[in-house]
């Protein structure tokens, strides 16, 4: 399994098995992907007609998910996994996709993304914590989903604050009151789990332009003026935002700072 994806402006197909993921997860999903490039294909996999995925039926119109409704004639078997396979083989050979998501806690798709693996396209796999390990390995890169990511990094955060004490480094000063403005929380969660996931030398800072990308993967109709910010620069937006704090650097040119952003 890989650790990673090379290129944020992949075009992705999501394929959700419904029946094995909670629709509670969206958003962290969607997130996900919009950290590796664009989702062009959203679907849902499931029998909708069921109680128990009225769930998926209140999102699905929010997040432009495609609904594949395979109705369950037999007790306790799931029947939309044939149908996502399909899907999948489908997409595969048109060639209009560089990497197909596969987002469920089934070990039954371990062998179609190895197909789709051997036929030189990613497969970013997500599931809950009880995924199987041979669907685990067959993906490209995998995600659980859950926030298990999350307490992974706030336990590393939590070393290095206890490194810092144990140097006797001073707290640092209370910064001076701001106006912050509030954006959604989806948005704020967005922009969290863009931090947590490109942290890549673990020091908490993410260049703000890799963030950039994902928020325009995640929400096409991105403007920070929706939510009070008084132009549509980045980095005049985040500094804005309480939860996180930016920082310019020295770039290149001494009148082009390369901006930081790392969780508050």
Avoid at 135 to 143: D, G, Q, R
Avoid at 165 to 193: C, D, F, L, S, T
Wanted: proline share 3%; hydrophobic share 40%.
């Amino acid at each position: 399994m890989a650790d990673n994806i090379n290129t944020t402006n992949k075009r992705i197909a999501v394929l959700i098995d419904a029946e094995n993921v909670s629709y509670k997860l969206i958003d962290e999903i969607l997130d996900e992907v919009a950290l590796h490039g664009r989702a062009t294909n959203k679907r849902i996999y499931g029998d909708f007609t069921k109680s128990q995925l009225k769930g998926w039926n209140s999102v699905a119109n929010e997040h432009s998910l495609h609904q594949v409704t395979q109705l369950s004639y037999t007790n306790g078997k799931n029947s939309s996994d044939s149908v996502l396979i399909i899907n999948a083989m489908d997409i595969l050979y048109s060639g209009n996709v560089e990497a197909i998501c596969i987002v469920s806690s089934d070990s039954d798709f371990t062998r179609l993304a190895m197909r789709i693996v051997e036929s030189g396209l990613d497969v970013i796999g997500m599931g809950e914590e009880k995924t199987a390990e041979s669907f685990i390995n067959a993906c490209t890169i995998f995600k659980f989903l859950g926030g298990k990511q999350e307490n992974a990094a706030q336990a590393s955060a939590n070393v290095k604050r206890r490194k810092a004490a144990a140097k006797g480094e001073p707290e640092p000063e209370p910064e001076p009151e701001k106006k912050y403005i509030q954006a959604p929380k989806k948005v704020i969660m967005a922009i969290r789990n863009a931090i947590i996931n490109l942290d890549t030398d673990s020091d908490g800072w993410v260049q703000i332009s890799l963030v950039g990308e994902m928020l325009h993967n995640r929400f096409p109709d991105f403007d920070p003026r929706i939510w009070g910010a008084k132009s549509t620069q980045l980095s005049s937006f985040l500094l804005q935002l309480e939860e996180f704090e930016v920082e310019a650097r020295e770039g290149k040119q001494p009148k082009a700072p390369n901006y930081y952003i790392r969780i508050r």
